[in-house]
């Protein structure tokens, strides 16, 4: 059964690869994109730390302001 | 009209969409990888290589659908000046072109058991390739041109001239003579020429591929949204 699936009647090197190099590309699109993520948290969450109290209120104020923050802390 | 999509309001949703997507794509793809290499009948011609049919095909749609999306987003960029459209259609852009690529590559490595070669100029094959580069200069527009109001003209330029591929891509089949054989499903038509055996795993992966997209999509535009908050704090 497993040599069945594994040689696919002579073909498996044709099918193994083209389902190997989707999800490969799927598993390495999706790191880069989480990778762009984290590092745009991460910079909003400093940036945000170097305001003064007056401007860290008024980012506060914008609730997708206060979802972005509380995003980075469960990451 | 587009109030609901501002997205200050949308981003409570797209910021804790993805863990319950990814969770789905998980699901939905070992469901369809079983079905597509264990379960489904070989084929009584092609034998296992139609396999291959059950990311190639899913991967060829969903490109071309996410083209379609681009163009209809770009057009309503231009008619409603809403410029959140043009986020939209730059966070659906990468994963387009990545299945754009997964489409070429596996459907090159399909050619060659069936056809007998790796790559032919047959109108298909060189209609999704020049889809290919209209994928790359819609995203390379976005890293070059660092005006906003000149990036979105040209993204949407970009997106518009290339959806003229899209209707030469799916009647390529019946206006040449190529490689491919004609459609075998038609969303118009209820005549379909696939058995049930081979058409499931087939809906099963596109729907898992169609849920990868959904993910991307939103991890994108999230991105994109803090950019331009990061950006908001610098003029606080």
């Known amino acids: ?75 | 009209m587009f109030k609901s999509f501002e997205p200050n309001k949308i981003f409570a949703i797209t910021s804790k969409a993805p863990k319950y997507v990814l969770f789905l794509f998980i699901v939905v793809l070992t469901i369809g990888l079983t079905e597509a290499l264990v379960l489904s009948p070989e084929d009584y011609k092609q034998s296992d290589a139609v396999r291959i049919m059950y990311v190639h095909v899913p991967a060829a749609w969903i490109s071309l659908g996410i083209f379609s999306s681009l163009a209809l987003l770009s057009v309503g960029s231009f008619l409603f000046k809403n410029k959140n459209f043009a986020l939209i259609a730059k966070s659906l852009a990468p994963s387009g072109f990545v299945f754009n690529i997964i489409a070429l590559v596996t459907g090159s490595i399909w050619g060659k058991p069936t056809w007998g070669t790796w790559w032919a100029w047959d109108a298909r094959i060189t209609s999704m390739l020049i889809l290919a580069l209209f994928y790359g200069m819609y995203l390379l527009a976005w890293r070059i041109y660092e005006n906003k109001d000149q990036v979105i003209k040209v993204t949407s330029l970009i997106a518009i001239l290339g959806a003229i591929n899209v209707p030469i891509i799916k009647f390529s089949v019946d206006w040449w003579n190529t490689l491919h054989q004609p459609a075998s499903i038609n969303i118009l038509s209820t005549n379909i020429a696939i058995h049930a055996s081979m058409l499931i795993p087939l809906g099963i992966m596109t729907a898992a591929f169609a849920l990868f997209s959904l993910l991307i999509f939103l991890m994108k535009y999230n991105t994109e949204l803090i950019k331009v908050k990061n950006k908001g704090l610098d003029r606080l």
């Open chain 1, 1 to 75: 059964m497993i040599n069945e699936i594994i040689s696919m009647n002579g073909y498996g090197t044709y099918v193994w690869s083209a389902f190997s190099f989707t999800l490969i590309s799927f598993t390495t699109l999706y790191f880069v994109t989480k990778l762009q993520l984290s590092k745009e948290q991460r910079r909003f969450a400093s940036k945000f730390s170097s305001l003064n109290i007056e401007k860290a209120r008024t980012a506060r104020s914008q609730n997708i302001n206060r979802e972005i923050l509380s995003n980075i802390s469960n990451i």
